[in-house]
């Protein structure tokens, strides 16, 4: 079958490219199941909807399938809309965290046939078996559909994929691959970079988090992660690699049977990897550090106990603080993520978060906390009555640095100047401790990725932040 795939623009204005790791691994196992996979990549191409139409209508497609976010789900309802207009009886698709988390809207608003829940690459391959050989095509489990009543019904589970050594890589010359590779890294630096996956999956329960992959991680070989690695350094050129997994750092031995044979392999190579703080230790980070790795992202999101208890964090500042200096001391640079706003925030709370950045010597955006859909916390926000119209709030969704929804007792504008503040001070306190290295490397960061209109935008918003503290903060 003629399949084509569409991974709408992410619109992070960024100049960062983040390479559709997903949609790659469901082009893959669609392919190695015999079908002609085409891509539309809207993101590597720049390309606007009425162009992504007009090529997804090119390629004659017998069946289309849409990635991306769910802050790009108004991309997904516009095209199917009209694709549903251009090519009656064309199957089309929707998979990734968005659609699994809001079927109802994929399939009732936004013209999709089916929905694909979750890990795709089994499900779309027996998906498109069953549309191609003309079987019942809703029987195939760990799927979303509308019944002939109209209203949104699941077929039952999909067990998730036993081992991931098992996938085919990603098929990622399906892409512009070479729009990513050379794009800014998330450090606004200009090496090759391409990421891998190496695990899926999350037992913790923080409660804005969306478990796409379950509650259980399942991780690759070493053996097979590091295969990849040399792959793509041997077929692109790639110098700098990451691992974006929600859990890289969380068995010790896997880090550094991984670390081991990496440094065997590709001495060269460096990367970065989100790390959680309660499952580092010296030895670990050493390790890490000797097979190329310079960055480490830490989830940290409150200096706040009580916060952290809010969020069902299972991760106490004191050990943040702790992963932060031995990273530091091992020779990495540490990141940050922070949040504001969560059920119960004050200004004390707040405090707390500008305190711990001080303390580990950090800074990085804060982002408001957003409900969502799939977490915990939008159940409650929900529930509360805070978010009374689905669509329209899935359509005002992006990157979280707006405030959509007010989950605290303070009013908008306060808490709105309360995050302005609480970045002003705690970039102030990091840059002001030397001032001479980090201003200039903090400016050419922002202005690499992001370019010289946001970063007036965010110097703007930054020297906001430095006016009147709210009362309590001083
Ligand atoms: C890397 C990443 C990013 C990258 C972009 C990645 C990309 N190119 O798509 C960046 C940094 C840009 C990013 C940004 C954001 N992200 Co993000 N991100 C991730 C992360 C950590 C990994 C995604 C990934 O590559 N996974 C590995 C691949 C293999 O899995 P996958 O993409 O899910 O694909 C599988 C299935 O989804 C499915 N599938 C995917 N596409 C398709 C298509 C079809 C047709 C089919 C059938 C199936 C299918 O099959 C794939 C293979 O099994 C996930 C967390 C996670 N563990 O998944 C969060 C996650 C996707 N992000 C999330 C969020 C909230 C955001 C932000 C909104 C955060 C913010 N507050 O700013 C922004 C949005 C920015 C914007 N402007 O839109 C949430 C989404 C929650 C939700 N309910 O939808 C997640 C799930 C984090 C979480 N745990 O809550 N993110
Ligand atoms: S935020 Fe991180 S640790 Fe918490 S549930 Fe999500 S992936 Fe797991």
Redesign the pocket.
Known sequence: MRIT???PN?????RS??????????AA?LQRAGHRVSVVDM?GEDLSTERAINLAVETSPDMV????????YSIVREMGRRLNREMPGVFL??????????PGLYLENAGMDA??L????E??VE?AAAVESGADWRSVPGLAFRDEAGKTVFSRPRPL?ANLDD?PW?ARDLFPLEKYVVSRD?RGKHERHL?I?AS???PHG?V??????GRTIRRRSPGSIVAEAVHIVEKYGIEYTGF???LFTSDKAFVMETCALLKKRLPGIRWSC?GRASSVDREMLRAMRGAGCDWISYGIESGSPEMLRRMKRTVTPEQCLNAIRMTRAEGMIPEGSFMIGMFGETRETVAETVEFCKEADITAPM?FV?P????PL?TEAEEKGLIPDLEAYVLS?????KLLVNLTDMDDRELESLRAWAMGKAGRNYLLRRPFSRIPALLWKHLSLKGFDQLARDAAEFLRGLGKPPAQCR
């Open positions: 795939l569409v991974y992410l619109g992070t204005g960024q490219l983040y390479f559709p790791q997903g949609l790659a691994y469901v196992a993101e399938g849409f990635g991306g976010m769910i802050t790009r698709m929707a998979g990734n965290s968005g659609a699994t988390t809001i929905v694909v979750g890990e795709g690459e499900a779309s998906l994929q996938l990603p998330h990421e996956v899926r999956g999350c923080c804005y988090c969306y478990h796409i992959y974006p997994d929600d989100l982002l957003t969502y859909p799939g977490t939008f969704l992006e990157a979280a640095d």
